[in-house]
């Protein structure tokens, strides 16, 4: 039995498997990255979408719908039922609304959580809706959310004139008919 000519090489065919291997490491590292930017941009789209929501179209279904299961335990129908009906006492914001945050991963790529602040500009007011997300198995989930604003500032009431008194005239008594007698 004849061997081929380069049978007895080694590392025949190792240049080819380094650059595969190469390859697929530079694409895994590419998609980490890209993923974990498309899941900032992504949680800075539902805070922005869930502020919308609930403090222009007042929509508490919309809320409860979105909420983690332990956000839900926390914040009870009648907490929510509060919230929106304290939007609402403050009128539409003006828009667009900011939404300002930061996203952070509990690893480096994996887990996102972001915490937002939306500042909503009234006529006579301003109030702050603090909001903390995450992803959830699949879906992005509130995981916080809290209202914050300042009252009004109430009007000072105009001064009242101070009452001057005056001296009242008294009233002179009236002289009672002589009776007449028997007599």
Do not use: C
Request: no cysteine; hydrophobic share 40%; net charge positive.
């Amino acid at each position: 039995m004849k061997l081929a000519r380069t049978a007895g090489s080694k590392g025949e065919g190792g240049i080819g498997f380094l650059v595969i291997v190469g390859v697929l490491v530079i694409g895994i590292v590419w998609w980490l990255y890209s993923s974990r930017q498309d899941a900032v941009k992504k949680s800075r789209a539902f805070a922005t979408e869930v502020v919308n929501h609930v403090a222009v179209n007042y929509d508490e279904k919309y809320l409860h719908v979105h909420l983690s299961p332990e956000a839900q335990v926390n914040y009870l129908q009648s907490w929510r039922e509060r919230f929106i009906a304290r939007l609402r006492e403050l009128g539409v914001p003006a828009q667009p609304i900011a939404v300002t945050g930061d996203v952070v991963f509990t690893s480096q790529f994996f887990d996102p959580r972001g915490t937002f602040r939306a500042e909503l500009k009234y006529p006579t007011t301003s109030a702050y809706i603090d909001l903390e997300v995450s992803r959830g198995m699949t879906v992005w989930q509130v995981d916080k959310i809290d209202l914050t604003w300042t009252p009004p500032p109430t009007p000072t009431p105009a001064p009242t004139p101070t009452p001057v008194l005056a001296p009242t005239p008294t009233p002179t008594p009236e002289q009672k008919p002589k009776r007449k007698g028997k007599g």
